[in-house]
T-cell receptor, first 116, second 112 residues
Framework: EAGVAQSPRYKIIEKRQSVAFWCNPI?????LYWYQQILGQGPKLLIQ????????DSQLPKDRFSAERLKGVDSTLKIQPAKLEDSAVYLC??????????????FGPGTRLLVL | LAKTTQPISMDSYEGQEVNITCSHN???????ITWYQQFPSQGPRFIIQ???TKVTNEVASLFIPADRKSSTLSLPRVSLSDTAVYYC?????????????FGTGTRLQVTL
């Protein structure tokens, strides 16, 4: 079974530029998550989708971050404009069901972003 | 939300049993305990989950005392490949994953 796919794996941009990350979850998984992981910290949830609807985006900095999952499958996360503090690994995960806390989440390898 | 406390780091020799304890003093009746493992440059990976007493799978065991205010992840006979960060999470059965918090985890270093 194919895992969660993410691209690109690495990205270097200058501050105030925009960047987009792509995620393809495990086939059939209803729930998709985007996390931000700053060096030395645990992942922090940015947004949770169930199919193509948003379940929770309370920790998403909406003035610069946006995410969509238009057809309920793959998803994109965008940052515009980027700030230095956005340097982090952006992880995508998916789970089979509706996204209850006890569901197993399957994570992708992440996209490492460096903002200069 | 139940807050978790774990040791920042632990060291072990290959072949030893490692026990990582997580404190969650304000755990609620509906809360489950879940552990994830994260290798460098990879996303976290589910290890084990439990509600009470003991759970065992092919990778680890999870011990939860009767009061459920702590839990212990036990890794039998660790190898160098078990070097990773281990996260303890507490989540409400009735809530969404958005209420989970990973924390900073426990960095386990296994050496020869």
């Amino acid at each position: 079974e194919a895992g969660v796919a993410q691209s690109p794996r690495y990205k270097i941009i200058e501050k105030r530029q925009s960047v987009a990350f792509w995620c393809n979850p495990i086939s059939g998984h209803a729930t998709l998550y985007w996390y931000q992981q700053i060096l030395g910290q645990g992942p922090k949830l940015l947004i949770q989708f169930q199919n193509n609807g948003v379940v929770d985006d309370s920790q998403l900095p909406k003035d610069r971050f946006s995410a969509e999952r238009l057809k309920g499958v793959d998803s994109t996360l965008k940052i515009q404009p980027a700030k230095l503090e956005d340097s982090a690994v952006y992880l995508c995960a998916s789970s089979l069901d509706v996204g209850y806390s006890q569901e197993t989440q399957y994570f992708g390898p992440g996209t490492r972003l460096l903002v200069l | 939300l139940a807050k978790t406390t774990q040791p920042i780091s632990m060291d072990s020799y290959e072949g030893q049993e490692v026990n990582i304890t997580c404190s969650h003093n304000n755990i609620a009746t509906n809360d489950y305990i879940t552990w994830y493992q994260q290798f460098p440059s990879q996303g976290p990976r589910f290890i084990i989950q439990g509600y009470k007493t003991k759970v065992t799978n092919e990778v680890a065991s999870l011990f939860i005392p009767a009061d459920r205010k702590s839990s212990t992840l036990s890794l039998p006979r660790v190898s160098l490949s078990d070097t990773a960060v281990y996260y303890c999470l507490v989540g409400d059965l009735t809530g969404t994953a958005s209420k989970l918090t990973f924390g900073t985890g426990t960095r386990l270093q296994v050496t020869l």
